[in-house]
Every structure is written in C-alpha cells, then in structure tokens.
T-cell receptor, first 112, second 107 residues
Framework: DVKVTQSSRYLVKRTGEKVFLECVQD?????MFWYRQDPGLGLRLIYF???????EKGDIPEGYSVSREKKERFSLILESASTNQTSMYLC???????????FGDGTRLSIL | KNEVEQSPQNLTAQEGEFITINCSYS?????LHWLQQHPGGGIVSLFM???GKKKHGRLIATINIQEKHSSLHITASHPRDSAVYIC?????????FGTGTSLTVIP
C-alpha cells in the first residue's frame, strides 16, 4: 500500500513565523502535490512537483514556497505565516497527475 | 468558474436509506474519481472510472461521458458512511476537485 506521511496532524504557529510542512511518500511517485482545504471551497492546489527540484504553481501559490530535494520528500513553506493561512493542508502523490492520487492524513494548521 | 460541481452540498439520511450524490464536470477528462474523507482529514480513493459503472460492496459509481455526469450511490446506508464525498476529475496535467458532499447517516 502507498503511504503518504505528513509530519504533523496539528500545528499551531504565530503570525510572521516561518512554517515548514513536510510530506514523505514511499512509492517512488514522480508527482507530489500540496493542497489546502477550506469549508465551502474544497481542495485547492498550492504547488505541485513532477520531479526532483521541479515545481509548478497551482491555483493559490501566493504566500507559499516549496522544496523537493529528494524524490520522496516534498516540503511546503510558509515564508511569513498569516492568519488567513489557517487551514487544513493535504499532501498527495501519484505516478501521473491525472490518475489516482494518494493522500496523507492532513495537517490542521492554525496561525494565531 | 468551477470545473466540477457536486450536489447536494449537505445530506442527512436515516440508516438504511439509498443515497445518491451527483457530480457534473465541464472539462474533457481522462478519468473521474470519487474520494471519501472521514472526520480527522484522511482522504481515500473509492473509485476511478472512465466509463460505465463500478461497484464495491454497497457503493456504486456510474459515469455518463456524453452528459459529463457521474453519480455515487450508497445502498443500505450506515452511520459509518458519514463522511465528505469528493468528486474529482483528471484532465491532462490537471486535477480538478468538487467542493464535496457532507453526508450524515443517522442511526
């Protein structure tokens, strides 16, 4: 079974802090994704990566950056956290962007 | 503009009822996915289909490519089916999500 592991289930940070969310997958997937999920808005793509050191902006990249130094790990970075970044963050991976994506359990991030 | 529309947004059912959740999409797709998200956040893939119908236990998913429409049916619903059900479509290099249907099944 594919395992996508997010480093934290719950995280509380303060405005202005630099926040790192980590995601690791164990199935040698080329593609990895970061989404945020907000009530009434569904899942929105922040960034995705189709290979090591490659990244593409999704629908809402502002305020975020990503890092993919190794194939199995995809990090989401909030450079200077703000309260409007309080959300559920979900990581996913897949062999191809348009086939089944495997999701982590999510990180519920609160910015105070 | 939403590429994927789901209905209803919220659904409450009595245990044992037959449930239908609908999904319409506006883009050309390679496949449509039904996902389930339980309280606590984890998302699992229920079905991936590009034509016809698939069945897994009490869950049935159908798709009509010409009408760009899919339905997820749950037969003999149970409280453990309470979750958010999300329709998603893969189109080229993109993946589009519906906003989800929150289902509550009351004992």
């Amino acid at each position: 079974d594919v395992k996508v592991t997010q480093s934290s289930r719950y995280l509380v940070k303060r405005t202005g802090e630099k926040v790192f969310l980590e995601c690791v997958q164990d199935m040698d997937h080329e593609n990895m994704f970061w989404y945020r999920q907000d009530p009434g808005l569904g899942l929105r793509l922040i960034y995705f990566s189709y290979d090591v050191k490659m990244k593409e902006k999704g629908d809402i990249p502002e305020g975020y950056s990503v890092s993919r130094e190794k194939k199995e790990r995809f990090s989401l970075i909030l450079e200077s956290a703000s309260t409007n970044q309080t959300s559920m963050y979900l990581c996913a991976s897949s062999f191809s962007p348009d086939i089944t994506q495997h999701f982590g359990d999510g990180t519920r991030l609160s910015i105070l | 503009k939403n590429e994927v529309e789901q209905s209803p947004q919220n659904l409450t059912a009595q245990e044992g009822e037959f449930i239908t959740i609908n999904c319409s999409y506006s883009v050309g797709i390679s496949a449509l996915h039904w996902l389930q998200q339980h309280p606590g956040g984890g998302i699992v893939s229920l079905f991936m289909l590009s034509s016809g119908k698939k069945k897994h236990g009490r869950l049935i998913a159908t798709i009509n490519i010409q009408e760009k429409h899919s339905s997820l049916h749950i037969t003999a619903s149970h409280p453990r089916d309470s979750a958010v059900y999300i329709c998603a479509v893969g189109a080229g290099n993109q993946f589009y999500f519906g906003t989800g249907t929150s289902l509550t099944v009351i004992p």
